[in-house]
């Protein structure tokens, strides 16, 4: 669906806001600060808003759910994963069975598109590797010694931590995928999820938007905000402990409270209306 507003931003007027879900609208099961109000906001003044994360841990339907638990306007329809974004990239070169080291809903995810996961490995057209708790690093996951020579390693995001309650970091997809490498003895072919730029592609093509028409708003310099450059996108930095202002062309705001103060929703007659 077309968006039917746009909302601007230092002089940058984008009709659509794309949001990390990770330590930006949420920690673990505990909203953000002034996310309802700025969804809110944004939802009423006719904006498009895109949830996308790089945890491939849960099904897309699963992070639907919590959202919308959270009382968020998520749909199937606006929220991605870097686990529904392996499916697609997987799905457009023709490859639907893969060895993986990663979570059962991401095993889920895969077959739900249409991508068989293969128990055996000596089949499997490549190897997914994604987000797990309670990965061993002194267990070489048996699949690895299965799976036939130079299959392509694809990665779901290469996040060496990711936030939870009470500002903890746990160790991130990225720190797998390094294992993995180096079990395998080489590196990383793909990385589907940010800071590559596959994922916004993916939803540009669904959504009819350019690069140019999103704005990003995430807390991770090396993934949400590095996307955001790579592909030419206006950015907004959470950084709870940094200062409103600007880092090159990133707006930098402490919270996202800090975010609805600084927008304004451009009326009919071209005149700015502060949120």
Same mark, same amino acid.
């Given at each position: 669906?077309?968006? %039917?507003?746009?909302?601007?931003?230092?002089?940058?007027?984008?009709?659509?806001?794309?949001?990390?879900? $990770?330590?930006?609208?949420?920690?673990?099961?505990?909203?953000?600060?002034?996310?309802?109000?700025?969804?809110?906001?944004?939802?009423?003044?006719?904006?498009?808003?895109?949830?996308?994360?790089?945890?491939?841990?849960?099904?897309?339907?699963? @992070?639907?759910?919590?959202?919308?638990?959270?009382?968020?306007?998520?749909?199937?329809?606006?929220?991605?994963?870097?686990?529904?974004?392996?499916?697609?990239?997987?799905?457009?070169?023709?490859?639907?069975?893969?060895?993986?080291?990663?979570?059962?809903?991401?095993?889920?995810?895969?077959?739900?598109?249409?991508?068989?996961?293969?128990? %055996?490995?000596?089949?499997?057209?490549?190897?997914?590797?994604?987000?797990?708790? !309670?990965?061993?690093?002194?267990?070489?996951?048996?699949?690895?010694?299965?799976?036939? =020579?130079?299959?392509?390693?694809?990665?779901?995001?290469?996040?060496?931590?990711?936030?939870?309650?009470?500002?903890?970091?746990?160790?991130?997809? !990225?720190?797998? @995928?390094?294992?993995?490498?180096?079990?395998?003895?080489?590196?990383? $072919?793909? @990385?589907?999820?940010?800071? !590559?730029?596959?994922?916004?592609?993916?939803?540009?093509?669904?959504?009819?938007?350019?690069?140019?028409?999103?704005?990003?708003?995430?807390?991770?310099?090396?993934? $949400?905000?590095?996307?955001?450059?790579? =592909?030419?996108?206006?950015?907004?930095?959470?950084? =709870?402990?940094?200062?409103?202002?600007?880092?090159?062309?990133?707006?930098? @705001?402490?919270?996202?409270?800090?975010?609805?103060?600084?927008?304004?929703?451009?009326? $009919?007659?071209?005149?700015?209306?502060?949120?």
């Amino acid at each position: 669906m077309s968006p %039917t507003a746009e909302v601007n931003l230092a002089g940058a007027v984008v009709p659509c806001v794309a949001f990390d879900l $990770d330590g930006t609208i949420y920690f673990g099961d505990t909203l953000a600060d002034g996310a309802a109000h700025l969804l809110d906001s944004l939802e009423r003044w006719g904006v498009e808003v895109i949830f996308f994360t790089n945890n491939s841990m849960k099904t897309r339907a699963a @992070v639907v759910d919590k959202l919308v638990g959270m009382g968020l306007p998520a749909t199937s329809d606006n929220t991605y994963t870097s686990g529904s974004a392996v499916g697609g990239y997987l799905l457009e070169r023709g490859i639907d069975r893969v060895a993986i080291v990663g979570s059962e809903g991401l095993v889920a995810e895969l077959a739900s598109g249409g991508v068989r996961v293969t128990q %055996t490995g000596g089949d499997a057209q490549a190897l997914v590797v994604g987000l797990v708790t !309670g990965f061993d690093f002194s267990h070489r996951p048996e699949i690895l010694d299965r799976i036939p =020579a130079g299959v392509p390693l694809i990665a779901a995001n290469m996040d060496m931590t990711y936030p939870v309650e009470g500002g903890r970091l746990l160790p991130g997809c !990225g720190a797998i @995928v390094r294992a993995v490498e180096t079990w395998i003895g080489r590196p990383c $072919d793909q @990385v589907v999820g940010k800071p !590559g730029t596959f994922m916004l592609d993916l939803l540009c093509r669904e959504h009819g938007l350019c690069r140019t028409d999103v704005l990003v708003v995430g807390d991770s310099v090396d993934s $949400d905000i590095a996307m955001a450059r790579a =592909a030419g996108c206006r950015s907004v930095l959470i950084d =709870a402990a940094g200062t409103t202002g600007h880092v090159g062309d990133t707006v930098v @705001v402490r919270d996202l409270s800090e975010l609805h103060a600084l927008l304004s929703w451009p009326d $009919d007659r071209g005149e700015g209306s502060r949120a």
